[in-house]
Structure formats: C-alpha cells, structure tokens
C-alpha cells in the first residue's frame, strides 16, 4: 500500500518562459526591415504570457512575448508604430489572405 508515500509537487501547468531581449530585439528588427508595420497585444492565457504580433503591409507577420500590456505600449511607441488590442480590433484581413497563400504554395516562402 501506498498511503504514505510522498507526493510529487505539481508541475505548474504554465511552463511558459517570459519575455527576454532577444523577443524585443527580433520584435524591433522585423518593424526596422518591413513596412506598414502595426502591433497587436494578445492577451496572457493560462499557457501563455502577454504576447505581441506585429503584422506588416503584406500580411508577413511574427509574434512573441512582451512584459504585460503596459510594455507592449511603451515597445510600439517607442518604435513609432500604432498598437491595437486584438480583443478589440481582431486580426486584420491581410494577415489571413498571408497565411492562405503561404499554405497554397508554400515553395513561395
């Protein structure tokens, strides 16, 4: 019998790590080499932390995390792009219209 045998500790189910200079660094070099770049705040969930998308002109985008929505503000204003709340605005149609064509010819990308 078992009874007494000791418990592992839970595992947290947010393994997720937060976010580093590196997030920052590519978030700011993709806004530096594409145009009509704008950010998106997606909001923390229970596997993720606060996350930013940037979308560029074309509908090339790239995501990673940010500290909270508070630094996501301060990130884009400091890069000089707009910043939108996904909850709000939603994802704009380029986005999509992006990802269909890289999933019809993906040779392409």
Do not use: C, S
């Amino acid at each position: 019998m078992a009874l007494f045998r000791r418990r592992k500790p839970p595992i947290p189910a947010n393994r997720d790590r937060p976010a580093d200079r590196a997030d920052l660094d590519h978030l700011a070099d993709f806004a530096r080499t594409r145009r009509g770049v704008e950010a998106y705040l997606e909001p923390r969930t229970t596997m993720t932390e606060t996350t930013v998308i940037m979308i560029a002109d074309d509908g090339e985008w790239t995501r990673r995390r940010i500290d909270g929505p508070d630094g996501a503000r301060r990130f884009a204003h400091a890069l000089g792009i707009p910043i939108y709340d996904v909850r709000l605005m939603g994802y704009p149609q380029r986005m999509r219209d992006y990802n269909e064509r890289r999933k019809r010819r993906p040779e392409l990308f």
